[in-house]
């Protein structure tokens, strides 16, 4: 499946083989990217791990239906050039006071071709798979990350996200706290941009 729009500067797709030796140069050596998602995780796998794990990756999405709701689209520009990828996840709210439902469905991003950050890529991607997620009857999404991630903070915000939860020092990220912030977004207000599906 591949999702266009004219109103955005990126393409969504499905994983391919080719995008493994991306996969390999991005997840087997750090990278600038691994410093905002998640950093207190090790993200620096083999060789045999990544080839693997995508492998698989492609045997399961080759069993859906093109009806089916992707959890996860590849990001391509527009040019064609692969520069990262956007996700869905079940996400266990531990506040039952903050709940929508007890399993909510959390967005995230990475982009770990640096030479296109701060370019509203990432941006375009988010809405992108929020139209799309709208399109498959959700309600409600959330989206989590913590307090030094600054960039993805602002993202947010601009994509309509309200905070309903901060943890704070959840995290520690080389020596210093930080808290953990949970944004909830309702896609029956969000403003949709048409897209063709391919």
């Known amino acids: 499946m591949m999702i266009r729009s004219d109103a955005h500067h990126v393409i969504l797709r499905d994983l391919k083989e080719s995008d493994i030796i991306d996969y390999i140069r991005w997840m087997t050596k750090p990278m600038s990217w691994m410093d905002f998602d998640a950093p207190w995780e090790d993200a620096v796998m083999s060789k045999e791990l990544v080839t693997t794990r995508y492998h698989q990756m492609i045997e399961r999405q080759e069993k859906q239906s093109e009806t089916d709701r992707r959890s996860r689209f590849e990001i391509d520009t527009k040019e064609g050039v692969h520069i990262g990828w956007v996700t869905t996840y079940q996400m266990m709210l531990e506040d039952p006071s903050m709940a929508i439902d007890n ?96």
Request: charged letters at 20%; a positive charge.
């Open 103 to 198: 399993h909510a469905l959390a967005i995230g991003i990475d982009l770990p071709e640096e030479a296109f950050w701060g370019q509203g890529y990432g941006t375009s991607a988010l809405s992108m798979m929020m139209t799309y997620l709208r399109s498959h009857d959700l309600d409600h999404l959330y989206l989590q990350t913590w307090s030094g991630n600054h960039r993805m903070i602002k993202v947010a915000m601009r994509l309509g996200f309200v905070l309903c939860r901060r943890v704070q020092n959840e995290r520690m990220v080389s020596g210093s706290p930080y808290g953990g912030l949970t944004f909830v977004k309702s896609l029956k207000t969000f403003e949709q941009t048409s897209f063709a599906k391919e």
